[in-house]
């Protein structure tokens, strides 16, 4: 049973470009949570799907956006990419439903540069 | 706003001694908290949860205790080892969301 995958593992962009970022969760999963974790920080939450729509969203700006597809699969998107964007970009999934109580699996995450 | 405070940041300790964290939320509606252990490079992954139905939970040398009243809870590892060096995050989760407020982390380093 294959965990959380993510794709790419690293990633080199420059200021201003657009980046996609790829996630295919554990197998019986249906939620997908997407985190930006800072060199030396805790991850910090950018926003969930379920059912193919964004439940929740942290505070992140608009150039921040996803989808989720059928298979529950989940992209990341962020355009006008800048420096400050650079970080782990870790993906987690959850089961049905994604509510409280439900352990977060995460994926090994994608390295983003922006230089 | 929702936050979670994590102390201290670095933690040394001699191989075979107790080593404990603690962590604050400020959402009172947070209802499940999990911690994650972080090697270098590698993904989040979760050693222990606690909700806020319980006051306390233990796995072999791992413990998590939870006081909902002065809305606090705690990592306990006894007999550490050196592979217990990493970074361990606590989070909260508030009631119907998937939302995982984290910590700032705390760096175990387990001196043999």
């Known amino acids: 049973d294959a965990g959380v995958t993510q794709s790419p593992t690293h990633l080199i962009k420059t200021r201003g470009q657009q980046v996609t970022l790829r996630c295919s969760p554990k197998s019986g999963h249906d939620t997908v949570s997407w985190y930006q974790q800072a060199l030396g920080q805790g991850p910090q939450f950018i926003f969930q799907?379920?059912?193919?729509?964004?439940?929740q969203r942290g505070n992140f700006p608009d150039r921040f956006s996803g989808h989720q597809f059928p298979n529950y699969s989940s992209e990341l998107n962020v355009n006008a990419l800048l420096l400050g964007d650079s970080a782990l970009y870790l993906c987690?999934?959850?089961?049905?439903?994604?509510?409280?109580?439900?352990?977060?699996?995460f994926g090994p995450g994608t390295r983003l540069t922006v230089l | 706003g929702e936050n979670v405070e994590q102390h201290p940041s670095t933690l040394s300790v001699q191989e075979g001694d107790s080593a404990v964290i603690k962590c604050t939320y400020s959402?009172?509606?947070?209802?499940?908290f999990p911690w994650y252990k972080q090697e270098l490079g590698k993904r989040p992954q979760l050693i222990i949860d606690?909700?806020?139905?319980?006051g306390e939970k233990k796995d072999q040398r791992i413990a998590v205790t939870l006081n909902k009243t002065a809305k606090h809870f705690s990592l306990h590892i006894t007999e550490t080892q050196p592979e217990d060096s990493a970074v361990y995050f606590c989070?909260?989760?508030?009631?119907?969301?998937?939302?995982?407020?984290f910590g700032q982390g705390t760096t175990l380093q387990v001196k043999p």
């Open positions: 987690a999934s959850s089961l049905p439903g994604g509510g409280s109580y439900n352990e977060q699996f």
């Open positions: 989070a909260g989760q508030g009631s119907n969301t998937g939302k995982l407020i």
């Open positions: 606690i909700r806020s139905n319980v």
């Open positions: 959402d009172s509606a947070s209802n499940y």
């Open positions: 799907y379920y059912e193919e729509e964004e439940r």
